[in-house]
């Protein structure tokens, strides 16, 4: 047996901890799924409970089926979904459950800052406003849960609280701080203007990291619960899609990440701050340090597959429905899908639109929907792109990872779709493998990110866009530019319905 890292992904849908060695073999990989919980339309929350226990059962099963000896785990480092909140009270004690990323209570929040701050708010965070986003989460604690905000010792984002549980110890890294648009990305500190202006106590905001920092080390508790060691070294990881870009080898400009998780994200490495986007999509810092991205985000992606699974054919496996599409015909005999099962933030930042099928016949069947699902969501990633090539923001190389990039099919939709050559990995982990690194690199077995990445990335494939289905795809994309203008104000008509 020789030493490894954890990787620990805490995702939407699931917790991903891979074991990897030291020259980026994947020795096993343990998932554990736990519940999303939409109370009321716009709500999405999670119990972060859960997390700590779905990521101790993944430990447990990568010691005891995989045989991952816990002494030779040297360290653990974490990726996690962004932006959600978790509030602590003096006691380091969960509040109230954690209000996730694809939560969009917030639309008054969100106008609140904007009117109060507006372009400032934009100069300081590099992003505006938008509901999923930590800040106006907080402010809606502020206002709805004044007792739980009077209570509230401490602020973190989702992988922060599992670090916590695991070693005692707070605090928050770059990437997932640029993502609580409280941080001033031009000086890296808690932004004062921010937190006066809205009343926020800056006591409340965990301390600064980098993703490579050394935490600690697992604490007795933990290790007695999990079966790890108090030997093993905790390394601080980073938001869930820069990790994905680290676990893809995206560390240059031109390159670019297309992650189909639960949310679906294309993504582009930045050397600087940039403003080209005006807005329209969001800077984040990279988990390597003095680097940055871009990106837009499709706030349902693999989950308007999964829910269409869930309502439609849960008597199906999820790979047999795939099936279907495949064998459906491009274009779906006519029918369009809009991503929009829960709002949308890229390009329409609207958390009232809702999703629809447009072109519905009597001669199609369920692998048709499957498929005009797929191309839905894949349209949707589409209008993300176009930000970049108005932009004149090269992208000449995409790499997929996350759940949706596990189906050839998809791959080749989204080759077709994009117009880009889109490449699969070799040792496809998430960013769970980006989080392996952080612990690699943190531990010094690596000089740094780039050179870890050389070792540890391998692409598998690449999907070629076919020009015959190019041309179809582009005359089916016209069409579904349309929908969201032709169905914005019948979205906000059906929105007295929704509850
Ligand atoms: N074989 C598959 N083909 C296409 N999509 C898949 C497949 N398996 C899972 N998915 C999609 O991937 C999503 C989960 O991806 P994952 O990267 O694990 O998400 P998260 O990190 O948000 O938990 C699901 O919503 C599902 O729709
Ligand atoms: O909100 C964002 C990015 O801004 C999401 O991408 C979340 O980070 C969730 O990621 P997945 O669970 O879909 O990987």
Redesign the pocket.
């Known amino acids: 047996m020789t030493a490894c890292v954890l990787g620990i ?1 805490l ?4 917790v ?1 901890v891979s074991a990897v060695n030291r020259a980026g073999t994947v020795l096993a990989q343990e998932s554990f799924s736990y519940p999303l919980n939409q109370p009321d339309p716009g709500y999405s929350e999670q119990n972060p409970n859960d997390w700590v226990m779905a990521t101790t059962v993944a430990i447990v099963r990568l010691i005891l089926d995989d045989h991952i000896d816990p002494t030779e785990i040297a360290g653990v480092s974490y990726s996690g ?1 962004m932006h959600g909140l978790v509030l602590l009270d003096q006691e380091n004690q969960v509040l109230r459950p954690a209000m996730l990323w694809n939560d969009t209570r917030t639309t008054a929040e969100r106008s609140d800052i904007e009117t109060q701050l507006g372009t400032e708010f934009v100069r300081i965070t590099g992003n505006r406003p938008l509901e999923g986003f930590t800040l106006p989460k907080l402010l809606w604690v502020k206002k709805h849960e004044p007792d739980i905000f009077k209570q509230t010792a401490v602020v973190l984002t989702p992988k922060d609280y599992v670090r916590y549980r695991m070693t005692g110890k707070l605090g928050i890294d770059y990437s997932d701080a640029t993502g609580t648009t409280m941080l001033d990305i031009h000086t890296n500190q808690w932004s004062q203007t921010i937190c006066q202006q809205f009343g926020i106590p800056m006591r409340i905001l965990p301390p600064l990291l980098q993703s490579i920092d050394r935490v600690g080390t697992i604490t007795p508790e933990y290790a007695e619960f999990s079966g790890l060691t108090t030997a093993t070294q905790v390394f601080a990881g980073g938001a ?1 899609n820069a990790c994905g870009a680290l676990g893809a080898g995206i560390l240059q400009p031109g390159m670019g990440l297309l ?5 679906g994200v294309l993504l582009r490495y930045e050397e600087q701050p940039t403003d080209r986007y005006h807005g329209q999509l969001q800077l984040e810092d990279h988990v390597v340090p003095d680097a940055y991205y871009s990106m837009g985000v499709t706030l349902a ?3 308007s ?2 829910w269409f ?1 869930r309502t439609f054919c849960s008597d199906l496996m ?2 047999q429905m ?1 099936a279907g599409a495949a064998t459906a015909p491009l274009g779906a005999k006519g029918l369009l899908f809009t991503p929009y099962i829960v709002g949308e933030r890229t390009p329409h930042a609207d958390a009232d639109i809702r999703g629809s099928f447009i072109g519905m016949d009597a001669t199609q069947d369920r692998g048709d929907f499957t498929r005009a699902v797929l191309e839905g969501i894949t349209f949707s990633f589409r209008d993300c792109l176009a930000i970049y090539r108005a932009a004149g923001a090269d992208l000449h190389r995409i790499v997929a990872i ?3 990039a ?2 050839p099919l ?1 791959l080749q939709m989204l080759a077709d779709i994009l117009h880009v050559p889109i490449q699969s990995l070799a040792n496809e982990q ?2 769970g493998l980006g989080a392996a690194m952080l612990a690699a690199v943190g531990l010094g077995w690596y000089a740094d990110c780039a050179s870890c990445a050389q070792q540890f990335v391998h692409v598998g494939h690449q999907y070629e866009p076919l020009s015959d289905h190019m041309t179809k795809y582009d005359q089916l994309y016209a069409l579904y530019q349309q929908v969201y203008p032709d169905t914005r104000k019948l979205s906000q008509g059906l929105r007295g319905f929704l509850s």
Do not use: R, V
């Not at 995702?11 to 699931?14: C, F, I, K």
């Not at 992650?259 to 949310?263: A, K, P």
């Open positions: 992904d995702g939407t849908s699931a991903k979904q869930d992650s189909i998780g639960t949310s992606a693999g989950y597959l999964s699974h999820f790979a795939l996350g759940g949706g596990q189906s998809w998430g960013p």
